[in-house]
T-cell receptor
Framework: GNSVTQMEGPVTLSEEAFLTINCTYT??????LFWYVQYPGEGLQLLLK?????DKGSNKGFEATYRKETTSFHLEKGSVQVSDSAVYFC??????????FGAGTRLTVKP | NAGVTQTPKFQVLKTGQSMTLQCAQD?????MYWYRQDPGMGLRLIYY???????DKGEVPNGYNVSRLNKREFSLRLESAAPSQTSVYFC??????????????FGPGTRLLVL
């Protein structure tokens, strides 16, 4: 079945450091890929998405590129801020109302 | 515009008790979902409703029932709670059923503790 594997945390970085959170997937067909972010005490909210191979999703300085050849959708940001501290979830959707999420990666950014 | 709302925010149950988690959305979305979030496991789909009047099982439906009361409301019922159902429950909605690539919009969650 479809599944998502993402880098286990927690990840702790200093402000302005470079961030990479790895995400790989297993799926049949051509899924859409997402990154959701969960701030403390809140529900998940969409950070970015890509619906086909080679698409790049971007938002708030975060980027991820849909790589079909490596079945990956790694999240990157060039310079993290304290306000980026949250839990990040990679997810895939195979067009059948069955969104699959990774386990989540907790990011803490220190001043 | 409240988005997706859930009640209650927190609940403690004893084993065997029943309860209903409520969810409502004001975005005129067709599809609604219930997930549970457990440490180290991400979110897992319990049930979903692709449109008003339909419901379907997700990945982990055992021990739960759902009702799509109308287009706005989608409730989750635990008939006889078990400690294994201790979790954080999230409701979500999306505009159209079965359309790949659609964003899901999440409520703030209900934290349930079953003793």
């Amino acid at each position: 079945g479809n599944s998502v594997t993402q880098m286990e945390g927690p990840v702790t970085l200093s402000e302005e450091a470079f961030l990479t959170i790895n995400c790989t997937y297993t799926a049949t067909g051509y899924p859409s890929l997402f990154w959701y972010v969960q701030y403390p005490g809140e529900g998940l909210q969409l950070l970015l998405k890509a619906t086909k191979a080679d698409d790049k999703g971007s938002n708030k300085g975060f980027e991820a590129t849909y790589r079909k050849e490596t079945t990956s959708f790694h999240l990157e940001k060039g310079s993290v801020q304290v306000s980026d501290s949250a839990v990040y979830f990679c997810a895939l959707d195979s067009n059948n109302n069955d969104m699959r999420f990774g386990a989540g990666t907790r990011l803490t950014v220190k001043p | 515009n409240a988005g997706v709302t859930q009640t209650p925010k927190f609940q403690v149950l004893k084993t065997g008790q029943s309860m209903t988690l409520q969810c409502a959305q004001d975005m005129n979305h067709n599809s609604m979902y219930w997930y549970r979030q457990d440490p180290g496991m991400g979110l897992r789909l319990i049930y979903y409703s692709a449109s008003e009047g339909t419901t379907d099982k997700g990945e982990v439906p055992n021990g739960y029932n759902v009702s799509r009361l109308n287009k706005r409301e989608f409730s989750l019922r635990l008939e006889s709670a078990a400690p294994s159902q201790t979790s954080v429950y999230f409701c979500a909605s999306s505009p159209s059923p079965g359309q790949g690539g659609e964003t899901q919009y999440f409520g703030p969650g209900t934290r349930l503790l079953v003793l």
